[in-house]
């Protein structure tokens, strides 16, 4: 089993029961409404209904009471969904909307709105959707908008009338909205937030409580840290900010939402007590309620819940935050995520890159290292793996030790994480621009996947020899090391081992090869028997594959299924 989705709170379509009477879940609830080989990379609520966006690209759908639908995309990266309208981002940087937002004579067709940008030659990275609203930020550090300016949302003043694709403001570094949101919130390159939209609660953290905001104004934050997430709703918003090693939440807005206990309506961000001690990593919003994760593993709903939305087994609404009970999960729960829609949430699993999750923590274990980089805080250089790096950023490697001295440690060893597959890290603009200047093609979220791939093919520069049954097989070491305990071991204790031929004969050679290739590339790619599983047992075992789950035996079994369907 490659995904696994909890429900609770509105939308009978999701379920396999269609009867009145079960149209809400108050409990997280399974589902099961794709097939199992689906790897789900993120899921979007909203009342166009839900998509879920697959590890391969694809898209799926789900609209009020009909089947799923696979939406005709080749390759998306990104998926946002509002209330009227959804959007997709693909790995080429074309956008693609539907709804009230884009076109009124168009509102059920999907339309490739890259055209419309004011400068034909940008690259969207980045998008999210409010209420009839699509925001976009390009590689220019253009924030964009296009679709309702109800409230001032597009920051210019309020019109009834759809508003064409429109420049919101220059030298933008992240954008931010929300499902069932009438604001728009920014944050700057020198990390300030702004805000426009509706405020009538003082939802948007600014103390005027102006039923809308028609300009961006900079919203201030009491306390400094790095702005994880910003999420809108319709009367509340909230902010994730990590001080420290810490997630904290703030909220601002309507009182029976925000998560502050015997006050009314709030206008600036305050941090919400109940979460003091704990570090949250997670948070969504709906219309009136918000769920949030911690790093335990823990999570809790609160606002209004006459849907069930808050999934805490009660139709009561909830003015402070209230723990969900989880079923009982397949899966490490730091590897779930959780989503919102307007009325209901999702819990769901994203299976993790073997090949990135062991890159990281190979990093972490600082074995190996045989390149310090600059950075400009003194004596504080930054280690790595100099044929990793050097095969990610090519001639230009000079230029990124450049610009690594430029930066103070913190900085500098927060990229070289970023670049070794940290996903709980997300990359600030600046860091992109340098990394999308030198990098040119590499996708960011795929950054070591596409770096193996390339050593893979590269046959000069493998520095290490195994035999099996008289044929000889070239890798890099680095590969072995951060893949196989076997050895990772043998390469701490031994000083110089490059060049050198290792027998494995008791390994079949079709088998070694398998293996190989799926050390690069973590994909198995030929024809598989039930004698060629046993062997590929065998061979997880002798080299001692540091995989979780789905791990090669795995996805060898599944693939011989398929194979015989």
């Known amino acids: 089993m ?67 639908e696979y939406l005709p995309v080749k390759k998306a990266i990104q998926i946002s969904v509002g209330y009227g309208n959804y959007s997709y981002l693909t790995e080429n940087g074309e956008v693609y909307a539907k709804g009230e937002s884009i076109d009124e004579n168009k509102i059920n067709e999907i339309i490739n709105i890259s055209s419309l940008l004011v400068k034909p030659d940008e690259k969207v990275v980045n998008i999210c959707c409010g209420v009839s609203s699509v925001y976009f930020l390009t590689d220019k550090q253009i924030a964009y908008g296009i679709g309702s300016n109800k ?132 948070v969504d919003a709906g219309c009136y309620h918000t769920i949030a994760m911690t790093r335990e593993g823990k999570i809790y709903g609160w606002g209004l819940n006459p849907s069930g ?35 209901n949430g999702i819990f769901y699993y994203v299976s993790q890159s073997s090949l990135r999750n062991e890159f990281f923590r190979f990093f972490e274990t600082k074995e190996g290292f045989d390149v310090e980089l600059a950075t400009n805080t003194y004596k504080k250089p930054v280690s790595a793996h100099n044929v990793y790096l050097q095969f990610i950023f090519g001639k230009n490697f000079p230029k990124f030790k450049q610009y690594l001295s430029t930066q103070s440690f913190e900085n500098a060893y927060s990229f070289v994480k970023f670049l070794y597959g940290n996903s ?85 050679h079709n088998s070694l090869q398998i293996m190989i290739d799926y050390l690069y590339t973590n994909q198995i790619n030929s024809d598989l028997n039930e004698e060629i599983i046993e062997e590929l047992t065998k061979a997880m075992d002798f080299f001692q594959l540091d995989e979780r789950e789905p791990n090669i035996v795995t996805k060898a079994k599944s693939k011989f299924q398929k194979q015989n369907l």
């Not at 603009?429 to 093919?457: A, D, G, W």
């Not at 046959?459 to 890798?475: A, G, L, R, Y």
């Not at 890099?476 to 290792?502: C, E, P, T």
């Open 309 to 343: 939305q808050l999934g805490i087994g009660s139709f009561t609404s909830q003015n402070v935050p209230t723990q969900l009970i989880l079923p009982e999960l397949t899966f490490p729960i730091e590897n779930y995520y959780i989503s919102t829609g307007a009325f």
């Open 151 to 282: 409230y001032g949302q597009l920051g210019s003043a309020p019109s009834q009338d759809r508003v064409e694709m429109k420049k919101i403001k220059s030298k933008i570094s992240r954008i931010f909205s929300g499902n069932y949101s009438f604001g728009f919130f920014c944050i700057d390159l020198e990390d300030n937030i702004f805000a426009c939209g509706k405020n009538g609660t003082g939802e948007l953290g600014i103390e005027r409580k102006n039923d809308s905001i028609k300009s961006l104004t900079k919203v201030d934050l009491k306390d400094k840290g790095k702005v994880e997430k910003i999420v809108g709703a319709y009367q509340h918003s909230l902010i994730l900010l990590k001080i420290g090693d810490q997630g904290c939440l703030y909220s601002s807005g309507y009182s029976s939402c925000h998560g502050h206990l015997n006050t009314g309506d709030i206008s600036t961000f305050t941090k919400i007590a109940f979460f003091e001690n704990q570090d949250v990593v997670q």
């Open 424 to 508: 709980d890290l997300k990359i600030d603009m600046n860091h992109k621009l340098i990394f999308e200047e030198l990098m040119q093609e590499k996708p960011p979220n795929l950054i070591v996947e596409s770096t193996v791939e390339k050593m893979f093919r590269d046959e000069e520069s493998k520095d290490f020899t195994i035999i099996s049954q008289s044929k000889f097989f070239k890798v890099h070491k680095i590969i072995l090391w951060a893949r196989s305990q076997l050895f990772r071991g043998m390469f701490l204790n031994v000083v110089d081992d490059s060049g050198q031929v290792h027998d494995y004969s008791e390994i079949s």
């Open 2 to 68: 490659n995904n696994e989705i909890f429900f609770w709170g509105r939308g009978s379509f999701l379920l396999e029961s269609q009867k009145p009477s079960e149209k809400y879940k108050k409990s997280p609830t399974k589902l099961k409404i794709i097939p199992e080989e689906y790897e789900i990379e993120e899921i979007k609520m909203g009342n166009y209904g839900t998509l879920i966006l697959t590890k391969e690209g694809e898209i799926i759908q789900f609209i009020n009471n009909s089947k799923n």
